[in-house]
């Protein structure tokens, strides 16, 4: 088995490991991902991503993500801006389409500045999905102090949940059985959320499938939409997350909602056929 090379990028320290398999293709299973993703054993990251080749027309790649668990994700807003960072920068276009299980996504920009269109958010409770009708912007979930999430779906799930503080909330407690409550049946990313002014949100992130991270682009994004439709913030806002700082705009004009950050590559290198060999275990 060859060594496979990858570049590791993150966007305000959501990190990935992406194997470019638009010519080489690779097929990593859910226990080489695993591997792969351990910060002790292996490279170390929150997502493993694997771009294929375009499945869509007008597109220029497919992006496969599978969550440090090993676990597939439909979405990733930072993946999504670091994947068009490498695209743009390999055609020198200002705009990238990437095919997702969650639909064609946009990204544009220059440099290490890009903005994703995520297009429509999904609000009602079988597109989050939860397990049972409710009022989304109510949903009858609690953990602890933890309660009366507002949910929705940027391509994948997720409870916001607000708080006087976020800095104060035990989300490592917290955060894996929310991520596992039985209203949420594909599992969900658990924010919590203060408000610090109604352009300017604190937001920490429990990811699905990967924990406590830096920065979760579609949990600020599903928190700025959470938000404003409760009435507590604007439709544009700074969302300021552990790493950094997104610019969430949910637009009035085609109900799109935009996330805006940075983007980095942190190195190149190759992954040993050690981490590869798991590939056999389904």
């Known amino acids: 088995m060859e060594r496979l090379p990858f570049i590791k990028m993150h966007g305000l320290g959501n990190d990935f490991v992406v194997v470019d398999a638009r010519r080489r293709p690779a097929t990593l299973s859910a226990a080489a991902a695993r591997s792969i993703a351990d910060r002790r054993y292996g490279v170390g990251c929150d997502q493993l991503i ?7 027309a007008g597109t220029e790649a497919f992006m496969t993500i599978r969550n440090a668990d090993g676990g597939v994700s439909a979405a990733c807003g ?41 297009g429509p958010p999904r609000l009602d409770w079988h597109e989050v999905p939860l397990a049972s009708a409710c009022d ?53 990313n658990i924010g919590v959320a203060e408000i610090v002014a109604r352009d300017r ?45 997104l610019t969430i705009e949910w637009r009035e004009a085609d109900n799109h909602v935009r996330m805006t950050g940075p983007v980095a590559i942190a190195f190149r290198g190759e992954i040993d056929p050690s981490l590869l060999a798991p590939a056999a275990t389904p």
Not at 50 to 56: F, I, M, Q
Not at 98 to 118: P, Q
């Open 50 to 56: 694997l771009l294929e080749a375009p499945r869509d």
């Open 201 to 245: 949100i604190r937001l920490r992130v429990w990811e699905r499938g990967a924990g406590i991270t830096q920065a979760c682009g579609t949990g600020a994004s599903a928190a700025l939409v959470n938000a404003h439709r409760r009435g507590l913030a604007d439709r544009t806002a700074t969302l300021v997350l552990d790493g950094g700082a």
């Open 78 to 118: 930072n993946a999504t801006r670091c994947i068009g960072a490498f695209l743009m920068a390999e055609t020198g276009a200002r705009i990238a389409r990437i095919g997702t299980e969650a639909g064609v996504l946009t990204a544009e920009g220059s440099g290490d500045v890009v903005t994703v269109d995520f």
């Open 136 to 188: 989304t912007l109510h949903a009858p979930i609690a953990e602890g102090p933890l309660a009366d999430p507002a949910c929705c779906s940027m391509g994948n799930p997720h409870g916001t949940f607000f708080v006087p503080n976020a800095e104060a909330v035990d989300l490592a407690r917290h955060g894996p059985r929310l991520e596992h409550h039985k209203m949420f049946p594909e599992r969900a």
